[in-house]
């Protein structure tokens, strides 16, 4: 069974940029969820999809925007990063439907730098 | 507002001593609650979780917690804690489609 993978491991971005992160969920799941994890502090929920639709979101402005693929992988967009973007971004995965839903697998993280 | 408070920011205890991470919610009804580990570098590791019935709940690694409603509480505990449980811990509910976690507690195990 694979677990849940980020890509990639560490960006480093100029504020105004757009960054891209991606996730593969852990296999058979079919709901992803994003964090972001400022040094120092507990994971802050960005949103959720399920069925390539956003069904949940945190206090996050519309630039960061999400999207959830057949294969339910996921990508994480954020527009015109500002310093305080800079975070470590974790993606989990969870199972919809069976006794498992409510448990998040965690994937690693990406660590994005904004200079 | 809904939050989850974790009181202690750090917290060291000798090897073999008994550790409690204490662990406070506040919404309208009970939300699943959850603890995970985060260890230097890595992605978080869930230890625990209470959905309903019994409050005392098993986890991984030998930790337990407890819920307690008249309280809004939901501590982590460990009878004897190993160097290996050095990490930060951080517990998290969900209510409906959201996730809330705690600032989380770093916990030191000296020799």
């Known amino acids: 069974e694979t677990g849940v993978t980020q890509s990639p491991t560490h960006l480093i971005k100029t504020r105004g940029q757009q960054v891209t992160l991606r996730c593969s969920s852990q296999?058979?799941?079919?709901?992803v969820s994003w964090y972001q994890q400022a040094l120092g502090q507990g994971p802050q929920f960005i949103f959720q999809y399920y069925r390539e639709e956003e069904n949940g979101r945190g206090n996050f402005p519309p630039r960061f925007s999400g999207l959830q693929f057949p294969n339910y992988s996921s990508e994480l967009n954020v527009n015109a990063l500002e310093l305080d973007d800079s975070a470590l971004y974790l993606c989990a995965s969870s199972l919809v439907g069976g006794l498992s839903y409510n448990e998040q697998f965690f994937g690693p993280g990406t660590r994005l730098t904004v200079l | 507002a809904q939050s989850v408070t974790q009181p202690d920011i750090h917290i060291t205890v000798s090897e073999g001593a008994s550790l409690e991470l204490r662990c406070n919610y506040s919404?309208?009804?009970?939300?699943?609650l959850f603890w995970y580990v985060q260890s230097p570098g890595q992605g978080l590791q869930l230890l625990l979780k209470?959905?309903?019935?019994?409050?005392l709940v098993q986890g991984i690694k030998g930790f337990e917690a407890e819920f307690k409603r008249s309280q809004s509480s939901f501590n982590l505990r460990k009878p004897s804690v190993h160097w290996s449980d050095a990490a930060e811990y951080f517990c998290?509910?969900?209510?409906?489609?959201?996730?809330?976690f705690g600032s989380g507690t770093k916990l030191n195990v000296k020799p």
């Open positions: 998290a509910a969900k209510n409906f489609n959201k996730f809330y």
């Open positions: 919404y309208g009804a009970t939300p699943y």
């Open positions: 296999s058979g799941h079919n709901t």
């Open positions: 209470y959905f309903s019935g019994d409050t």
